[in-house]
């Protein structure tokens, strides 16, 4: 059994962050606090990611695969439901984690798994990879020069110089030393999220992607028929595919907005 590192802060309701492939639970780092003045906030590193170690004998991981050692984590902590967040594959995996029955509310920040199964790795998100492996050295240096930390961040964010040095610099560490990259990778090809149908409509879900989204672009990467049908859907401006690094304060918004509905 994989035990998934984490970090916890505050008091209240319930919210657990998910973050997307090769990333960890740093990326949340900008939202936590303001998330953590009224609500218990899990921040988790999944399976290969992080500090988590990857999921024993597997070769290829599925958002599934998450959501169950998602759901395991929760046992462990006598949590039978909870706010789930989730970024990128971990949009997907918190999705699947509702159709498990674990959810009280689901936010999907520019999910994976909404598209028509893609068979090929996706460009950007390999150059993400082989560049962070390629200068793993060197990225606090690279982070601090701001033309090669914005093409380092391209990908990612609409206003890299937004970003604080420490969580660019994590984000590029993790990139390089996901151990379950390839693994997740693999796991999210040929397939997508077809689950909608058994998230139950009492259950609030709003699924928001940026409006210049490079990672998983509109439309191929966003349709809408895939996800709940009571789901609300948010475009947010002038945002890539993290929103919790160009937009925290609207982020936390729709993540309150969510749970309280």
């Known amino acids: 059994m994989t035990l998934l590192a984490y970090d916890v802060a505050g008091h209240g309701p319930t919210v657990i962050l998910v973050h997307g492939l090769a990333s960890s639970r740093r990326c949340w780092d900008l939202i936590v606090a303001d998330l953590a003045n009224d609500h218990t906030v899990y921040a988790v590193d999944l399976p290969g990611h992080g500090d988590s170690d990857p999921l024993p004998g597997v070769d290829v991981a599925t958002p599934a695969m998450f959501a169950r050692a998602l759901g395991t984590f929760m046992d462990q902590h006598d949590l039978e439901r909870a706010h789930l967040v989730g970024n990128s594959l971990g949009g997907w995996t918190v999705l699947e984690a509702a159709a498990d029955g674990r959810a009280h509310s689901v936010v999907g920040l520019c999910p994976a798994g909404l598209w028509q199964p893609i068979h090929k790795p996706i460009r950007a998100i390999q150059f993400n990879r082989k560049a962070a492996l390629a200068t793993r ?3 606090p240096t690279i982070m601090g020069i701001p033309p090669l930390r914005r093409q380092l961040m391209r990908s990612g964010t609409e206003r890299s110089a937004s970003v604080p040095f420490t969580i660019a610099v994590d984000a590029a ?3 390089a030393d996901a151990r379950g990259f390839e693994a997740a990778h693999d796991g999210a090809l040929h397939t997508r999220f077809e689950r909608a149908a058994q998230i139950p409509a009492t259950v609030p ?3 928001a992607f940026g409006d210049n ?3 998983l672009p509109a439309p191929r990467f966003q349709q809408r028929d895939l996800a709940p049908a009571h789901a609300r ?3 947010l401006w ?3 595919h993290a929103p919790m690094w160009d937009v925290p304060k609207v ?3 729709i993540i309150r907005r969510t749970s309280t509905v």
Do not use: F, K, P
Request: proline share 0%.
């Open 137 to 139: 050295r060197a990225i």
């Open 173 to 175: 560490v993790a990139q």
């Open 205 to 207: 879900v709003t699924i």
């Open 213 to 215: 989204d490079r990672l």
């Open 233 to 235: 859907w948010d475009v």
């Open 238 to 240: 002038n945002c890539g």
């Open 251 to 253: 982020t936390t918004e």
